[in-house]
Nanobody, 122 residues
Framework: QVRLMESGGGSLQSGGSLKLSCAASGQFVRHYCLAWFRQVPGKEREGVATAEYNGPTLHADAVKGRFNISRDDAKNKITLQMDSLEPGDTAMYYC????????????????WGQGTQVTVAS
């Protein structure tokens, strides 16, 4: 069983920065793909960034150049540094994990955190 806990959400003005963190626990979790997704009411959950174990990090086109995912396997933790935030980034942000490699499809992820809200005002 893998447990994920996000922190760091909040409300801020457009152009600001936030850093989200996700603490992961569970056997072999350091070998899992860890990722960030986000969701707004009425829309599907969308991938934001992914981080493979000993592998590459990827960012969705919508956030490329503004967000950066990093992974610390010694601490079983990932972070998402979000800069130049825009109102369109307003969403609930979720940390997710899956055993068999990263993907952009939320249905592939078995484990999820409870989410942390990010609200960006114009």
């Amino acid at each position: 069983q893998v447990r994920l806990m996000e922190s760091g959400g909040g409300s801020l003005q457009s152009g600001g920065s936030l850093k989200l963190s996700c603490a992961a626990s569970g056997q072999f979790v350091r070998h899992y793909c860890l990722a960030w997704f986000r969701q707004v009411p009425g829309k599907e959950r969308e991938g934001v960034a992914t981080a493979e174990y000993n592998g590459p990090t990827l960012h969705a086109d919508a956030v490329k150049g503004r967000f950066n995912i990093s992974r610390d396997d010694a601490k079983n933790k990932i972070t998402l540094q979000m800069d130049s935030l825009e109102p369109g980034d307003t969403a609930m942000y979720y940390c997710a994990a899956q055993r068999y490699g990263c993907s952009w499809d939320a249905k592939d992820y078995r484990f999820w955190g409870q989410g942390t809200q990010v609200t960006v005002a114009s």
